[in-house]
């Protein structure tokens, strides 16, 4: 199952040859293992993508390749074969050799891969010389020039000098982009390189590698946790679960018939191809219908289906009162916050408009969701209706009241009535209070109570976000990624609040995961009457959580209606954008 | 830059009067009579202790004192002291002394300090890095002047390598072994710092990369990895450069070095409110040069929080 056939053939030897390879960790308790017994081939020129949740051993078969395994990793076993060079027998110095000039390397978050302290220039020079492609101050650096230019850094000249904190992060992977090729590798491994980027940033980032790959033949070992990403970029499809490669085989072939139980879980949570499924079922074209795909999610027992949790919500908030009647629970107008930043020139402050004339309104139990890309000022907006920035000009308006010259208690009161969600578990955690106390807070600081109500609401909470009781004394370090946002979520539901704020919530976790949470923030709805304000980049999510959708693009919103106008007659180009940009978007499943 | 660097003067000022205001008034609530002191054992005449009392200002209130010697310092005239001694010239032959020995001390912290403890941060848990972190507690729980008198111990008198005293002149050589005990306490700082600064950039994103990239170790660990390793370290030397001085007391007491610490120890002891309230200056305006100096540097060794304007 595990093997990858040549479909060209015998004639071309693979570049890339791995059996059986095994990555352990060792810790005090003896080797953890990480891998265990991974086989893959890779022709010259194609591209190969990784598939897997974190913790997959995805990224360690990647780095295990150019022995860049962190301190205590270890490869315990098998083979590497490339170019016809055994690695796994390489020298530390022998690698040096490989790394950089034979193998380019593209890390996954561009924000924390260069150094801060040097210039962009001075790094991709370093790499140029280490490399030996380039000698001499002045070919250095016109070659320099040339690899950022080519990587998609027009004015690429000028810029050589500054700092990576003077550029956005999709220049700055352009950057790692640029590094990774200069030297002409014929392979190049591409570690997660856009999931920390918006989504129209990632596709054209996307685009131009796969053209530059193409036009120098280097051959791409692609690694992503998202399906219909790997499925539209490479044509071979590996994935892991737990260390082990589960499935491998042409991407389209995988996509319409996942054998693997794993595999059909994740083809049926990933939100890019569920919101797609349901797009096609919508807009009734029949030619792009995904019936193979429909049966997938039956099969296991686990698994989370989203269109199913879709249409389960969409049916229990049409049984109370239709859409239109209910009241406005959330009523915002030409909200406006501008920043004053400090120029770079002479002493001049310049002004950012965050939010430009901001307006909408948020019906009683049902959700609406804020998209746009980073910078696009929905983080403002959010921050506002829950009152930690105050507005420059305009109203916020909570179940009909004016919330901007609230003070004191009338604030404490209404943060009481509206509770936030923040994007990353992991940092809105107090890592040194366990899970009791942390949900416990919100009812200590608003005096709901006694010690044991307390608890016995916390038990509730536990149970109502689905976890075992037993987390009550267990700190946050010891749980996962989802387990904590859970815990996130009961601590915003604790004081029982009407309107949850839901910034990026879902954003930093895995697609299983992912679908669970909004599964249950659609149950929650459902049975506490909630009302959300959904901020989010990936539209994909949108579309099986929100009733409504608000696109924002530079502070104003652009595009404003119902989820499913959004999402099959978009009015504006920015819109198209970033509906097309949903990775996956793209592949044509004929079946 | 310049701008930059005229504001951090400017702010320097209100701390010099804050500085030189409290000291002076702890000077003048020690009991005891400086003049009488002076006198020891001795009954000295009343028409005398009066002439004095007036020349030194004794006869006023305290606020009045303070504006007078206040006054002066911005004429230059740091007042006399008991000895007749202009305050200047006391300044000017004993801190030349004391900086050298505490810019020699500095020295060997540093580059000693950084290069232990990036070895040690390189070789995290290996034997080096065990006996680097022992012998920086040994050093870390010892008071320095045993430190001070072992030093003179060993290598003064057992091994003949320096003189137990310094001579005249403070002569470089004879500050090697003060310098090197000086040193001592803040070394132990500065690697355990460098260490574990070391320890934490080594896993960081960009140093995988730029193995990545086809880099050698030798060129990472200067580039990469020490530079980065730096910031921290830098920042602590500063604040660090307070302790030198303070420890530059003790140990210029046992090693007899003509310096600041000497004289200002004296000063106090006699009472003596201007010697030792110039001293005091002094140290606090080389004290925050020496800070304007390093948040310049941590500008160079960090684009991100490079001045503008």
Redesign the interface.
Known sequence: MTDVTNQNGAAQKPLLEIKDLQVGFKTTEGVVPAVRGVDLTLMPGQTLAIVGESGSGKSTTAHAI?N?L??PGRITGGSIMFDGQELTSFS?KKM??????QIG?V???PM????????IGFQVE??IR??GIATGRKAVREHAIQVLKEAGLADADKRLKQ?P?QFSGGMRQRV?IG??LS?RPKLLIADEPTSALDVTVQRKILDHLETLTRDIGTAVLFITHDLGLAAERAEQLVVMYKGRIVEAGPSKEILQNPVHPYTQRLVAAAPSLASRRIQSGTAATPTHALSDLDYAPTTVTESVDLIAAAEERLEQTSQGPSLEKRPDAIVVKDLTKVYNI?G?G??KASELVASDNVSFSVAKGTTTALVGESGSGKSTVAKMILRLEDPTSGSIMIDGVDVAPLKGRPLLDLRRRMQPVFQDPYGSLDPLRNIGNTIGEPLQVHKVGDRTSRRERVLELLDQVALPENLITRYPNELSGGQRQRVAIARALALKPDIVVLDEAVSALDVLVQAQILKLLADLQAELELTYLFITHDLAVVRVIADNVCVMQRGRIVEAASTDQVFDSPQEQYTKELLNAIPGAGITLGV | MAGYIFRRLLQALPVLVGTTFLIYFMVFAMPGDPLLALFGDKTPNPAVLERLREQYHLDQPFIVQYFLYLGGIFRGDFGTSFSGEPVTEILARTFPVTIRLALMALFIEFVLGVLIGLISGLRKGKLFDASALVISLILISLPIFVIAFVAQFIFGIQLGWARTTVSAGAPIQDLILPAFVLASITFAQIVRLTRSSVIETQSLDFVRTAYGKGLSRRRIIPVHILRNSLIPVVTYAATDFGVLLVGATVTEGIFNVPGVGRTLYQAIIRGEGPTVVSFVTVMVLIYLVVNLVVDLLYGLLDPRIRYVK
């Open positions: 150019i860049l962190p301190g530390q040096e050799e490989v790394r950089g000039r390397f890390p996954q978050d924390s891969n260069l150094n801060p302290v040097w210039s370093e790499t280490a490399n700092f904190h790692l590094i990774g030297s400090r770079q002479k002493g």
